[in-house]
């Protein structure tokens, strides 16, 4: 029982970095090469500048995005998914998948 209870310990942590606000839009957006702040906030339905900086500030503290300012007029703010955020990818395909699946 002990090792079950482990399991759910880490497939909550997964699940708690996934469940925020918009937080699947914006990995989703970034795994499909939509790297820029400019996009995001253009083409996320329903989603608010605030939102989207709180999400991308933490996503950057968890690991899971680097954000590089490029040196552009006006600035442009560039997004990647690290190494940490890219193994994510199969965990949300597999949610995409069951989605078309069973809904």
Known sequence: MELL?????????????????????????????????????????GINPRILATRLRAFEEEGILSRKVLPLIPPQVEYRLTDKGMALYPIIEAMRDWHLEYN
């Not at 699947?24 to 253009?42: K, M, N, P, Q, V």
């Open 5 to 45: 209870e482990d399991k759910k310990c880490l497939a909550g942590s997964v699940i708690n970095t996934l469940k925020g606000k918009f937080a699947l839009e914006i990995l989703s957006a970034i795994l499909d090469g939509h790297l820029h702040y400019g996009y995001l906030i253009r083409n996320i339905d």
